[in-house]
């Protein structure tokens, strides 16, 4: 008698906690309306980049191409809104700032008096993204990111003067705008909360550099820089 009690009460006491544990409501049951969300990711990034230097004071201009990538860590807050129509479809949208960390690095091949290092990395990133997306079931939607993207990037030359050697540093901040593709599965909980994860490629195009001496060269700099990042999160509706 005692369990049977207990089997009976429990429950009611539990949905007076958290209504949402007995009545995770369908998110179809907001067809129609708009929905405003906020969110955060974590995940990680590999950014990669191919860079060339040309060297200005040759004659005949000689370049270098080499690619190295930046393997890091991604984190983010988003705001961003949905709409869900005939209980299928979603329309929406989402600004999304992004910090990165990770580096990456290239030693030019030769002499250490006439070698240079080159790091690059890709910092902070702002993304403003269309998300047109389907319902899956009554509670899983998967959707796509579109939409453009602006980073940060810094790079740091340093490089010999001479063969004693004196070495020159040159550090670069600069903002790029590019663009962002992405693919992401969201689980709603209930219809305050739900959690995602995602796929995303971004696509900064070549980014000048400021150009630079190396022993008896001047070099200029230039790079294709693009990234890509697994994340998961988790999204409150307001």
Do not use: C
């Not at 070698?115 to 796509?144: C, E, H, K, V």
């Not at 689980?187 to 000048?208: C, H, I, M, P, R």
């Amino acid at each position: 008698m005692k369990d049977r009690i207990i089997r009976m009460v429990l429950p009611i006491f539990l949905s007076f906690l958290s209504p949402s544990l007995l009545h995770a409501a369908s998110i179809s049951s907001s067809d129609g309306q708009t929905l405003y969300f906020i969110t955060g990711n974590i995940g990680i990034l590999q950014g990669n980049v191919n860079a060339t230097y040309t060297d200005f004071t040759d004659v005949i201009a000689q370049s270098i191409s080499e690619s190295f990538s930046q393997q890091g860590y991604t984190g983010g807050l988003g705001l961003g809104m949905t709409k869900i129509y005939y209980h299928q479809y979603l329309l929406g949208g989402e600004v999304l700032v992004n910090f990165n960390t990770g580096n990456g690095a290239r030693f030019q091949a030769g002499a250490s008096s006439t070698s240079f290092m080159d790091t690059t990395y890709i910092r902070d990133n702002i993304n403003l993204m269309f998300q047109p997306g389907l319902m899956l079931t009554t509670d899983i939607a998967s959707y796509l990111n579109l939409g453009v993207s602006v980073a940060q990037m810094r790079d740091q030359v340093i490089s010999p003067l001479n063969s004693t050697p004196v070495y020159q540093s040159v550090t670069q901040l600069k903002w790029q705008p590019g663009a962002v593709l992405g693919i992401g599965l969201r689980k709603f909980l209930t219809t305050q909360w739900s959690v995602f994860a995602e796929y995303n490629y971004y696509d900064y195009g070549n980014v000048s550099f400021s150009n630079f001496l190396n022993y008896t060269a001047g070099y200029s700099h230039k790079s294709h820089i693009t990234s890509n990042t697994v994340t998961v999160g988790a999204a409150w509706n307001l």
